[in-house]
């Protein structure tokens, strides 16, 4: 007979790891001892756990592990960005950025095998969809970089869920992984620098103000419905104004000192104008937010280029003379492939959507050559 899976402990919240601990009829203060182990000596073997009795040890043997995701590569950036390739349990493989800056150690994770959406500015997007990653491989990631920072002393100071994949339609991993990261037993992040980023899943942006208080960004990327419809499909289930309305919800309850982010990426010829900076002016004229600009990052076969330096400050300083705290993003990592938007992993589709984008390519290109043929 095959014996039972054991339970990885980092699939477990403080919460779910003491009830872990009730149903086996140990006191639930163990799952404090285990979380210190795990999280602040970073000891994964049992039998090193000398606060546990020999019983106690046994057992976690038997019925437990600490299991931290398989590295399948790992590349390093000209400028000091980091990317794992690391391979989930199901076979497929997703991406883990670390980004250095000047004392700061950001990491985007990712949440889901892909994405289940299709943005049409993102590579992630392009890859399909294999399914999510559990609550132990989304903060497996930040145990793998914080190995990684401790030969330097240094550890994860931020975490956004900015990965692969939208974090709010795995819910029922993402949150129990950001409680993880906040909590003072395991990383202790401040919840200020643990932020969720949603296409924009209004539904659960609401579910998420009853559980918890994490950081929220939003990827708005147009000022408009009919733009955004174009740009990200998940728009024409849950419009602007919907969204908006779960936005503020939302902020209302972490106090008058946090805003939302509304993240931007800049297209050329797309939506990088001074009218469109106009119009995502007035539409956010009532909700408390900053604003991220994200100068597209290019990857094969996207159909979308750069803006300009000039039309990417000219937007940018529209929207701080309208009063917006508006950071512009730094391009890092764009040489291994690591900058926004262009993670791709690698994903077995359930969706075949790798192949409809395969063959629409194949297709213009086709398209190209009988025009050429003809001039």
């Known amino acids: 007979m095959k014996?039972?899976?054991?339970?990885?402990?980092?699939?477990?919240?403080?919460?779910?790891?003491?009830?872990?601990?009730?149903?086996?009829?140990?006191?639930?203060?163990?799952a404090r001892q285990m979380l210190k182990w795990i999280y602040?000596?970073?000891?994964?073997?049992?039998?090193?756990?000398?606060?546990?009795?020999?019983?106690?040890?046994?057992?976690?043997n038997e019925t437990a592990e600490v299991r931290i995701p398989e590295v399948v590569t790992r590349l390093e950036s000209r400028d000091g960005t980091t990317k794992w390739v690391v391979r989930a349990a199901n076979g497929n493989c997703v991406e883990t950025v670390l980004i250095p800056d000047r004392g700061r150690n950001t990491l985007c994770v990712s949440s889901q095998v892909g994405c289940i959406l299709d943005c049409t500015f993102c590579s992630t997007g392009k890859q399909?969809?294999?399914?999510?990653?559990?609550?132990?491989?989304?903060?497996?990631?930040?145990?793998?970089?914080?190995?990684?920072?401790?030969?330097?002393?240094?550890?994860?100071s931020n975490v956004v869920l900015m990965g692969m994949g939208e974090p709010l339609l795995n819910f029922a991993a993402a949150i129990p992984a950001t409680n993880i990261m906040m909590d003072d037993?395991?990383?202790?992040?401040?919840?200020r620098r643990v932020t969720i980023s949603?296409?924009?899943?209004?539904?659960?942006?609401?579910?998420?103000?009853?559980?918890?208080?994490?950081?929220?960004?939003?990827?708005?990327?147009?000022?408009?419905?009919?733009?955004r419809d174009q740009l990200v499909p998940l728009?024409?289930?849950?419009?602007?104004?919907?969204?908006?309305?779960?936005?503020?919800?939302?902020?209302?309850?972490?106090?008058?000192?946090?805003?939302?982010?509304?993240?931007?990426t800049l297209i050329r010829g797309v939506n990088d104008r001074i009218a469109h900076a106009r119009e995502l002016a007035n539409l956010l004229r009532d909700v408390r937010c900053k604003i991220n600009l994200i100068p597209f990052n290019p990857f094969p076969d996207s159909g979308f280029e750069r803006p300009d330096e000039p039309s990417i400050r000219a937007f940018q300083t529209y929207l701080l003379n309208a009063g917006y705290a508006t950071m512009l993003r730094t391009t890092r990592g764009?040489?291994?492939?690591?900058?926004?938007?262009q993670l791709v992993g690698q994903v077995q589709d359930r969706t075949r959507r790798q192949e409809r984008h395969r063959t629409r390519i194949e297709c213009v290109e086709k398209s190209d050559v009988e025009e050429a043929r003809v001039s």
């Not at 764009?334 to 938007?341: L, M, R, S, Y």
Request: hydrophobic share 40%.
């Open 40 to 60: 602040h000596q970073g000891i994964v073997d049992f039998g090193a756990m000398t606060d546990l009795s020999k019983f106690q040890r046994a057992w976690l």
């Open 185 to 191: 037993l395991a990383f202790g992040i401040s919840k």
């Open 3 to 30: 014996a039972p899976a054991r339970t990885n402990l980092l699939d477990l919240d403080r919460a779910s790891l003491e009830q872990y601990f009730e149903r086996a009829g140990h006191k639930p203060f163990r």
């Open 334 to 341: 764009e040489d291994i492939n690591a900058a926004c938007g």
């Open 128 to 156: 399909g969809f294999n399914g999510n990653l559990s609550t132990g491989e989304i903060v497996g990631q930040v145990l793998l970089a914080d190995a990684f920072l401790q030969v330097r002393g240094e550890s994860v």
């Open 235 to 264: 728009n024409k289930k849950y419009p602007l104004a919907e969204l908006l309305d779960a936005c503020n919800h939302y902020v209302e309850g972490l106090g008058e000192r946090r805003n939302l982010t509304m993240e931007y």
């Open 198 to 227: 949603t296409a924009g899943v209004a539904p659960a942006i609401y579910e998420m103000a009853k559980v918890t208080d994490v950081s929220l960004a939003v990827s708005l990327h147009a000022p408009n419905d009919e733009l």
